[in-house]
């Protein structure tokens, strides 16, 4: 879910001028900024799904060795190697074992969009009406306010919704020489059967623990970051800046956030393909086993492929974002 809270923050530019403005529309100018409203959620969503297929590589290494350790001892585990583990996945399961799971990460990503979307618009209206802001002029704190919380909570609700298909997509993208499990539907299906419809929402604690700092980081971080760079070199290329923001924002909400992540992960992975499960004592236990057993670096195994990929990430999605909303308000013109 990291990524999707560095997309919000890029997307949204980092402050709360829009919001404001957005107080003293016209009737025809909402008309239009609703026309506007589903051209952003398309390009939105189709610029997280290509920047996801293009760093899918990288993202199937980190979950490989997110989950090393699980099932077996620790001391028998050689030193984390990029090139050694994608060498693996070329020479045993082929170039194309490097999109696993990609598929379900698609198919995720446009209904985890609308959901984001539409209730982050939901949760603002009505923190504005809890805090008398609605219709009035409001200051720079309430708008941060407003736009933090919505964006949690419309980050948990969306999380919760989708939530079955990040576990299948784990669970497709950990799968190694035996696939035991053979696409999106007999997963579902699958998971169902052998562990009840709850095991589809195994993780979901320490996915939605890491909503809301993951948000706040990300935000914080842009916002404080751009603020300052346009202090300091006013002149510089707006795109460029909100690229290096951006990519700081993510390495600064990664590093945090990484270890949940992990916890999730690995948690998803209970029980799989009948497997005897590892951890049985929730989020909290399930870091501590870890902590225990691995240490530190065992809760970070895997960060430097996600470094890796943060940057083109950032990258792949501020680009197509913004070339499909100039492509789609030429379609809104016509």
Same mark, same amino acid.
């Given at each position: *879910?990291?990524?999707? @809270?560095? %997309?919000?923050?890029?997307?949204?530019?980092?402050?709360?001028?829009?919001?404001?403005?957005?107080?003293?529309?016209?009737? =025809?100018?909402?008309?239009?900024?609703?026309? !506007?409203?589903?051209?952003?959620?398309?390009?939105?969503?189709?610029?997280?799904?290509?920047?996801?297929?293009?760093?899918?590589?990288? @993202?199937?290494?980190?979950?490989?060795?997110?989950?090393?350790? *699980?099932?077996?001892?620790?001391?028998?585990?050689?030193?984390?190697?990029?090139?050694?583990?994608?060498?693996?996945?070329?020479?045993?399961?082929?170039?194309?074992?490097? &999109?696993?799971?990609?598929?379900?990460?698609?198919?995720?990503?446009?209904?985890?969009?609308?959901? =984001?979307? $539409?209730?982050?618009?939901? $949760?603002?209206?009505?923190?504005?009406?809890?805090?008398?802001?609605?219709?009035?002029?409001?200051?720079?704190?309430?708008?941060?306010?407003?736009?933090?919380? !919505?964006?949690?909570?419309?980050?948990?609700?969306?999380?919760?919704?989708?939530?079955?298909?990040?576990?299948?997509?784990?669970?497709?993208?950990?799968?190694?020489?035996?696939?035991?499990?053979? !696409?999106? &539907?007999? @997963?579902?299906?699958?998971?169902?059967? /052998?562990?009840?419809?709850?095991?589809?929402?195994?993780?979901?604690?320490?996915?939605?623990?890491? +909503?809301?700092?993951?948000?706040?980081?990300?935000?914080? +971080? $842009?916002?404080?970051?751009?603020?300052?760079?346009?202090?300091?070199? #006013?002149?510089?290329?707006?795109?460029?800046?909100?690229?290096?923001?951006?990519?700081?924002?993510?390495? @600064?909400?990664?590093?945090?956030?990484? #270890?949940?992540?992990?916890?999730?992960?690995? *948690?998803?992975? /209970?029980?799989?393909?009948?497997?005897?499960?590892?951890?049985?004592?929730? %989020?909290?236990?399930?870091?501590?086993?870890?902590?225990?057993?691995?240490? +530190?670096?065992?809760? $970070?195994?895997?960060?430097?492929?996600?470094?890796?990929?943060? %940057?083109?990430?950032?990258?792949? +999605?501020? *680009?197509?974002?913004?070339?499909?909303?100039?492509?789609?308000?030429?379609? /809104?013109?016509?």
């Amino acid at each position: *879910m990291q990524t999707e @809270a560095r %997309v919000r923050v890029v997307e949204g530019g980092g402050s709360s001028h829009k919001l404001v403005a957005r107080h003293h529309q016209t009737p =025809s100018q909402h008309h239009r900024s609703q026309i !506007g409203a589903l051209s952003q959620l398309i390009a939105g969503g189709v610029a997280g799904a290509v920047s996801k297929t293009c760093t899918a590589p990288l @993202a199937r290494l980190t979950i490989l060795f997110q989950v090393q350790g *699980m099932h077996s001892d620790v001391s028998t585990l050689k030193k984390a190697s990029i090139w050694r583990e994608a060498s693996r996945i070329v020479s045993e399961e082929g170039f194309r074992a490097f &999109w696993k799971g990609n598929l379900v990460t698609i198919v995720h990503r446009l209904p985890y969009s609308s959901i =984001s979307f $539409y209730s982050f618009e939901r $949760y603002k209206n009505f923190l504005q009406l809890m805090l008398g802001a609605e219709g009035h002029e409001t200051n720079f704190g309430s708008d941060v306010f407003v736009r933090l919380a !919505g964006g949690g909570l419309a980050g948990i609700t969306a999380a919760s919704a989708t939530y079955p298909l990040d576990l299948v997509r784990t669970r497709l993208s950990a799968q190694r020489n035996v696939n035991y499990y053979r !696409g999106i &539907w007999h @997963a579902l299906r699958t998971i169902s059967k /052998e562990e009840g419809v709850f095991g589809l929402y195994k993780g979901l604690g320490a996915c939605l623990l890491g +909503v809301g700092p993951n948000l706040a980081i990300s935000f914080s +971080v $842009y916002d404080t970051v751009r603020s300052y760079w346009q202090l300091q070199r #006013p002149d510089d290329s707006t795109v460029m800046v909100s690229l290096a923001c951006g990519s700081l924002s993510g390495i @600064a909400s990664s590093t945090v956030s990484f #270890p949940l992540d992990l916890v999730r992960r690995r *948690m998803q992975l /209970e029980g799989a393909g009948g497997r005897a499960p590892v951890y049985k004592t929730g %989020v909290f236990g399930t870091f501590g086993h870890i902590l225990r057993a691995e240490g +530190v670096r065992g809760l $970070y195994r895997g960060i430097l492929p996600e470094y890796y990929k943060v %940057v083109p990430s950032i990258g792949i +999605v501020f *680009m197509t974002y913004e070339k499909l909303k100039q492509v789609l308000s030429g379609i /809104e013109a016509c």
